[in-house]
Nanobody
Framework: QVQLVESGGGLVQPGGSLTLSCAAS????????MRWYRQAPGKERELVAF????????VYADSVQGRFTISRDNSRHMVYLQMNAVKPEDTAKYYC?????????????WGKGTEVIVSS
């Protein structure tokens, strides 16, 4: 059973930094790409960052490009999101995600999320 558990959220001032962590279990971690999503109140969930299974390829949403960094430690089954120069519009619940193809189609796995509030 795949489990994803996020941590590291909290209150941070504009311009500050925060690192989110996601602990994964129940899967062959180095075979799975990983993603961070976020959902702000009243808005749809959006993709923030993607990292390939061995970490050599990353993609970012335009809104976080140059400020956020996704990374992973396959030996520890962990994925991280380093958030720098945060803005009030980064306020959201952040979710760790992975997915796999099955005979019934793609299956997404989600954590329960960690809340980030950017405010002075």
């Amino acid at each position: 059973q795949v489990q994803l558990v996020e941590s590291g959220g909290g209150l941070v001032q504009p311009g500050g930094s925060l690192t989110l962590s996601c602990a994964a279990s129940g899967l062959t971690f180095n075979a799975f790409p990983m993603r961070w999503y976020r959902q702000a109140p009243g808005k749809e969930r959006e993709l923030v960052a993607f990292i390939s299974n061995v970490g050599g390829f990353t993609v970012y949403a335009d809104s976080v490009q140059g400020r956020f960094t996704i990374s992973r430690d396959n030996s520890r089954h962990m994925v991280y999101l380093q958030m720098n120069a945060v803005k009030p519009e980064d306020t959201a619940k952040y979710y760790c995600n992975t997915y796999e193809g099955t005979s019934r189609g793609a299956v997404d796995y989600w954590g329960k999320g960690t809340e980030v509030i950017v405010s002075s």
